[in-house]
């Protein structure tokens, strides 16, 4: 409870900060626009000259793409500015700060900097997937809505969890500033189903960089091609992953030695 | 002239120091560079497939051949002058630049090869490896191999002058990185990075090869691979000389103006 509180705030003081240059709402709007061009562009070209890539059909995509948008959104708004301000915050030793603080240092260090004009991308997710959702008519029902959120909820925690363990390897490594942007440009495979990349490439996008986890499955919960198994798995995999992450960051922490404070 | 290859030699050896520093930087333009024609080589294979074995006449192997050319060509034409430009403008770092007595071009020139010659490094393993991976159905005739050395230095030289040129928009606005992202779809689509330019819906494809995008990209592949007539080579070496000049002329011209506008923001 302590942490959606916490988020409350930040998400507050990030918008009356961000309120101060609106110019950059402009900015995110027409970076958000260009995105969706450039992927509905790439459907409509694949499209033309087939009418299923393997096994999808064009809504079934395009709930793809909106699946694509809406995580990177909801990622980008508050997970990866936040690790991205930690990472720093341990390079410069004003970590100190922070721990001192009567909260969860996890928490807090996971919901600190919030960047507002991302939900412009999480509106856009939304509205995609709408629009999907409308060209599958009636094979979209309860049941299918149901496996997608807890597919969607899966994967958000799969993910989040996945990018604190990398974060916090910079209490070893100290310079890391990049590791973030790694996993962003790997992000760019998910906005195809990972079944048409060949095995060594799916098995990379699935184990070693969860992007299949946080999308394609998700997607295929919405469009009713989710097996019991592999909901299964994302589930326990959000269930592992997050602990996994939890003790990794606690033997980080004790790792900590205020680097230059 | 030998003014200029002292400070080409000199530029070099610090390229080559300082990329040593920014190893993460150089992981994450390799991973971009290798995954996003893995992607669309993935996803035409896959049509080729469903469709019976070819989508207009390219099967999944010549998809490879195409891609993996295509990786090459855009390792070797690839510049990031759009964000260095934008920020040596908006924190103030061009002044030193310009005081010097060599116009900054040179210096950028000199980073761009000597990043190109240290990644090729890293480059020709992976393309090997795609190699085995992909299959390949590479058919190279002894004219096309020729003329695909002079095809791909000019489109490096044509797509380093749009692109400086672009960038100098810099000087007048100061995000320009809506700008850039408008910048890279367009050329996605019209330099035959998203699909083979024969594959794009006709009128696309007849704008496309008019605009000069093609000629960065999708031409030097095609060329290589034989896909092209020796009249369509000639005309597309024709379209990369014209472009590169208009190009030249476009950015000197927007250069003169852009360092008369430049106030030094933050410095």
Known sequence: MTSLRLLGIHLRLGILNELQYRTNLFVQVIQSAVGLLTALLGLGVVFSKTDSLGGWSAPELLAIVGVYTLVAGITQLVVQPSLARFMEDVRLGTLDFTLTKPVDAQVLISVRQVEVWKLVDVVVGVGVLGIAVEQLGATVGPAEAVAFLIALLAGVTIIYSFLLILATCVFWFIRLDNILNIFQSMYEAGKWPIGIYPPWLRTMLTFLVPIGFAITVPAEGLVGRLTSPTLLGAIALAVALPLIARVFWRIGVRHYSGASA | ?267
């Open chain 2, 1 to 267: 002239m030998t003014d200029l290859i002292t400070l080409y030699r000199a530029q070099f050896k610090t390229t080559i120091a300082s990329q040593f520093q920014y190893r993460g930087a150089l992981a994450i333009w390799i991973i971009g560079l290798i995954l996003q024609p893995v992607i669309y080589l993935s996803v035409w294979s896959t049509v080729a497939r469903s469709q019976g074995g070819n989508v207009d006449g390219f099967t999944a192997s010549d998809f490879a051949a195409y891609y993996l050319t295509a990786l090459v060509v855009s390792q070797a034409t690839f510049t990031w002058i759009m964000w260095e430009m934008e920020y040596w403008i908006r924190q103030g770092n061009l002044s030193p630049l310009l005081v010097r007595p060599v116009h900054p071009i040179h210096q950028h020139i000199a980073n761009n090869l000597t990043f190109k010659l240290l990644t090729m490094a890293v480059v020709i393993p992976v393309v090997v490896v795609l190699t085995i991976v992909f299959r390949p159905n590479f058919t190279i005739s002894a004219w096309s191999g020729l003329a695909f050395l002079p095809a791909l230095l000019l489109a490096m030289a044509l797509r380093f002058s749009v692109e400086w040129t672009l960038a100098s928009l810099a000087f007048w606005v100061t995000r320009v990185n809506a700008i850039n992202q408008l910048y890279f779809v367009v050329f996605i689509f019209l330099s035959g990075f998203v699909a083979p330019l024969d594959l794009l819906p006709e009128p696309v494809r007849a704008i496309a090869e008019l605009l000069p995008f093609y000629r960065m990209l999708g031409f030097p592949v095609e060329l290589l691979l034989g896909r092209l007539s020796p009249t369509q080579a000639l005309v597309g070496f024709a379209a990369q000389l014209g472009w590169l000049a208009l190009a030249l002329l476009f950015l000197n011209a927007t250069w003169a103006r852009g360092v008369r506008q430049y106030s030094a923001v933050g410095a």
